[in-house]
């Protein structure tokens, strides 16, 4: 239950087409749904946030769209460019709960993206 | 730009021996974390440290591991009996608060177990 399932493990997409990742989870008490990028030889790094509470958040080529019915959620890359080619991970957290149980992220596996010139 | 720094980049070491992992986390956050990486596998959290104090801890994070901030910019993992299985990429992270603060991650440090 408290898994967070992402696919496809890896994805091609040519340069100024559109890449996208999907992520679904089972643990209702998730309540912040982020994304993060990681190049080799670095460590994770924010990309864009959502909460349950819209269905959708945009910024810049990068959205997110959430689905609290079904329990998805996905990152969406406009236009994608060479310099998106990286790992990407969704994660996921509870906002409250007991115990202090809204520390720790639950990540996906990860995408591979490449991106062809 | 504040980043979180950890050192070494890599560390190999033998089955049975104590390691140390540091990170030094951004000079405002309160809150820091371990997690850690094994290669083709998801990142998994490993504990959440606040106010000198764990706030969390995976399974994962059994008698072998402690955590420690032994001064005010340091933060320490100790694995007391390194085991082959312990072989990852170890990330630090910390954040301002809980919540929806984000969780700065450093470039971790790769460990490798013989």
């Known amino acids: 239950q408290q898994q967070v399932k992402q696919s496809p493990q890896s994805l091609i997409v040519q340069k100024g087409g559109i890449s996208i990742i999907n992520c679904a989870y089972e643990n209702t008490a998730f309540d912040y749904f982020p994304w993060y990028q990681q190049f080799p030889g670095k460590g994770p790094a924010l990309l864009i946030a959502i909460r349950p509470d819209v269905s959708e958040k945009k910024e810049g080529r990068f959205t997110i769209s959430f689905n609290k019915s079904a329990k998805q959620f996905s990152l969406h890359i406009m236009d994608s460019q060479p310099g998106d080619s990286a790992t990407y991970f969704c994660?996921?957290?509870?906002?409250?709960?007991?115990?202090?149980?809204?520390?720790?992220?639950?990540f996906g596996k990860g995408t591979l993206l490449t991106v062809n010139p | 730009e504040p980043e979180v720094t950890q050192t070494p980049s890599h560390q190999v070491t033998q089955m049975g021996q104590e390691v140390i992992l540091r990170c030094v986390p951004i000079s405002n956050h309160l809150y820091f974390y371990w997690y850690r990486q094994i290669l083709g596998q998801k990142v998994e959290f490993l504990v959440s440290?606040?106010?000198?104090?764990?706030?969390?801890k995976s399974e994962i994070f059994d008698d072998q591991f402690s955590v420690e901030r032994p001064d005010g910019s340091n933060f320490t993992l100790k694995i007391r009996s390194t085991k082959l299985e312990d072989s990852a990429m170890y990330f630090c992270a910390s954040s301002v608060g809980r919540g929806t603060d984000t969780q700065y991650f450093g470039p971790g440090t790769r460990l490798t177990v013989l």
């Open positions: 994660a996921a957290k509870p906002l409250q709960g007991s115990g202090g149980s809204n520390y720790k992220l639950t």
């Open positions: 440290f606040y106010n000198n104090e764990i706030s969390e």
